[in-house]
Structure formats: structure tokens, C-alpha cells
């Protein structure tokens, strides 16, 4: 080998190493964890049921379930059936901002939003993670991830507002990224939140160890 094809192999074999170890990488470093109470989990559910025939928090892990002729989260709201943490307290206009969590998603679940960024400048959300027939889909578009039932898998969302990009991690793996759709007030949530169409009788998502992150 002459020495430039040589250099060109030792490039090659740098970024390969630097994209294995980008990619491996805690997606919360560099970032400070903002402590949360339980003051910061408000829970969004049918209105005209009980809180616990649709939500239960017990070893850690928040079960969350809803049907699809369920109510809405209140008698004003027109839209689909949802019962949803909603981190309180919390919103955000600028900055960097992140949300980790192990989820979990029984089979039998589909059309059913189990993470969002609530609000947008030209939208009410600026990113919707769906699980269709076991597969993670942004919106009802891209694949994200497969494989995703009956598992826990860890989710790190990252939305950067002055850059206007979410970057979505499965597993510590970067799976995503995307342009958010404008600035707007932002929170995060989780739980089960029913598409438009396509969704499954029962819906369920579980939650455990949820943390918020800013930069
Ligand atoms: C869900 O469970 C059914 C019944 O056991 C099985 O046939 C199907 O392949 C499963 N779906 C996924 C996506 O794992």
C-alpha cells in the first residue's frame, strides 16, 4: 500500500470507531438531570372515569391503558381517547431539553402513541412516537424501530430548540432524527394516545424511571 491509501484506511477505520462510539454513547452526557417530584407527573385520562380503572403506579412502573371509545381527557376537548403523563411544571421554550424512560408495550397494542413532545408552531406536537403492530413509527410515517412489544426498551428524546431538531434513542442507540416543526411551549409526555385511525381496542403503555435532562 502506498502511503495516501494508507492514510485513506486509517480515516475510514477512525470514523468507524468514532461513529461506534458516538453511537454508544449515554445520550445524557453533557446534560444536567433536573429532579422531578411527583408533583411533575400530572396524568391525563378519559374524564368521566377513574383515575385508577385507567392508570396504576405501583413498583416503580406507571400502567397506563385506555379503549377506543373511550372520552376524551376532558368534556371541552374533541379529540381521541388518551391516558397520558404529562410532565407538569416543566415546559420549555428554548434550550436543550431531554426525556428518558423505559417504556413497555404489550402485543396486541397498535395505533397507539406511546411518546410525544406536545406543541409546535404549526402543529399541536412536534414529534408523535407510534407503535404499530409491534413496529415505532414517527407519526404514522418512518420506521423507527421494530421488535418493540412485549419488551422494555429505553427511549431518550432529544429536542433541541434553537437548533430545531429531535434526535430519538432506543436503546442507546441513536434511531432518529428529524427537523421539529417550530418553536412553541414544549412538554414532554408518555402513555397511550389513540391515532386517528388504525388502532386497536385496548391500548397500553408502561412507564418506569422517567427522568427529564436540559443543556
Ligand atoms: C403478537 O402476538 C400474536 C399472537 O401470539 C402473534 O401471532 C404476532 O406475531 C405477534 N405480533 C408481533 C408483531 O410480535
Known amino acids: 500500500m502506498n502511503s495516501s491509501v494508507k492514510n485513506v484506511v486509517c480515516f475510514v477505520g477512525f470514523l468507524v470507531i468514532n461513529s461506534f462510539l458516538q453511537s454508544s454513547a449515554d445520550p445524557t452526557d453533557g446534560f444536567t438531570n433536573v429532579p422531578l417530584t411527583e408533583a411533575n407527573f400530572e396524568i391525563q385520562r378519559p374524564y368521566n372515569v377513574p383515575l385508577d380503572e385507567r392508570y396504576s403506579f405501583e413498583n416503580g412502573i406507571r400502567k397506563m391503558w385506555v379503549y377506543a371509545n373511550d372520552k376524551p381527557h376532558s368534556p371541552n376537548s374533541e379529540t381521541q381517547p388518551r391516558t397520558e403523563v404529562r410532565i407538569h411544571g416543566l415546559d420549555y421554550t428554548?434550550?436543550?431539553?431531554?426525556?428518558?424512560?423505559?417504556?413497555?408495550?404489550?402485543?396486541?397494542?397498535?395505533?397507539?402513541?406511546?411518546?410525544?413532545?406536545?406543541?409546535a408552531a404549526h402543529d399541536s406536537s412536534t414529534?408523535?412516537?407510534?407503535?404499530?403492530?409491534?413496529?415505532?413509527?414517527?407519526?404514522?410515517?418512518?420506521?423507527?424501530?421494530?421488535?418493540?412489544?412485549?419488551?422494555?426498551?429505553?427511549?431518550?428524546?432529544?429536542?433541541?430548540?434553537?437548533?430545531?431538531?429531535?434526535?430519538?434513542?432506543?436503546?442507546?442507540?441513536?434511531?432518529?432524527?428529524?427537523?421539529?416543526?417550530?418553536?412553541?411551549?414544549?412538554?414532554?409526555?408518555?402513555?397511550?394516545?389513540?391515532?386517528?385511525?388504525?388502532?386497536?381496542?385496548?391500548?397500553?403503555?408502561?412507564?418506569?424511571?422517567?427522568?427529564?435532562?436540559?443543556?
Not at 431539553?97 to 410525544?116: I, K, M, R
Request: with cysteine; aromatic share 18%.
Open 94 to 119: 428554548s434550550g436543550v431539553w431531554q426525556f428518558e424512560g423505559y417504556g413497555f408495550v404489550p402485543n396486541g397494542t397498535s395505533g397507539a402513541t406511546v411518546a410525544q413532545i406536545h406543541g
Open 127 to 215: 414529534i408523535i412516537l407510534r407503535i404499530y403492530n409491534g413496529d415505532m413509527r414517527y407519526y404514522s410515517g418512518d420506521v423507527i424501530a421494530t421488535g418493540m412489544y412485549d419488551r422494555w426498551f429505553k427511549l431518550n428524546l432529544i429536542h433541541d430548540v434553537e437548533g430545531g431538531t429531535v434526535t430519538v434513542y432506543i436503546d442507546d442507540e441513536q434511531k432518529f432524527q428529524t427537523q421539529d416543526r417550530g418553536r412553541s411551549q414544549f412538554y414532554f409526555k408518555c402513555g397511550v394516545y389513540a391515532a386517528p385511525r388504525d388502532i386497536s381496542y385496548y391500548m397500553e403503555s408502561r412507564w418506569r424511571d422517567i427522568k427529564i435532562y436540559k443543556k
